[in-house]
């Protein structure tokens, strides 16, 4: 795939089909995530690559800390949320999820650790669509919460950042639109 093509043409698959890539795939988005450009070369990524019944783990350890914030008086209510949220690891058969390291070197910055994770994560998620494969980067609160920290066993200075769902997509994917760039540069010649 030409490389205009592949940036023009990913897109976020939010609905895939059950069938599970095979691991040689998974290993060459890995692998293409782990030529991302990194401050000082410090690589600071980690990926924890989550498949059948670990997906299953995953939900239960977020519908436990969602249980633990909800304060609805609604019993149906309170099942219905902890229900979607312990399948929402299940939406694909592949789930990566995404940290980041600190660096002990004292030249680093904590956010440029981050940044190079998202560049990583979008060189895999490149390769995804490459491979046929649909992806879509997915974050929110419960990301960020402690005990899913504690669920991957992450340390001080590292950081949950989100979730990378792989599938082959099951749904219909519509071409992209920008607002052109000239709307969004400032060139700055004098």
Known sequence: MELWEAIKGRRSIGKMKTDMPPRE???????????????????????????????ERLGEAMATILRDSLNSADPTEIEERLNRQRNNPLRA??????????????????????????????????AGHELGLGTIWRTGGI????????????????????????????????PGMRKPISLKTVWLEN
């Open 25 to 55: 795939s998974i290993e060459k988005m890995l692998e293409a995530a782990n030529w991302a450009p990194s401050h000082f070369r410090t690589e600071p990524w980690k990926f924890f690559v989550l498949t059948g019944a670990a997906r």
């Open 143 to 174: 990301t960020y919460e402690p005990k899913l920290k504690e669920f991957f066993g992450l340390e001080q200075g590292e950081h949950l950042l989100g979730f990378v769902y792989v599938g082959y997509p099951d749904q219909v994917i519509k």
């Open 93 to 126: 058969p592949i789930i990566i999820a995404v940290a980041s390291r600190s660096s002990d070197d004292a030249r680093v910055i904590e956010v440029e650790q981050i940044e190079a994770v998202a560049c990583a994560v979008q060189n895999m998620m490149l």
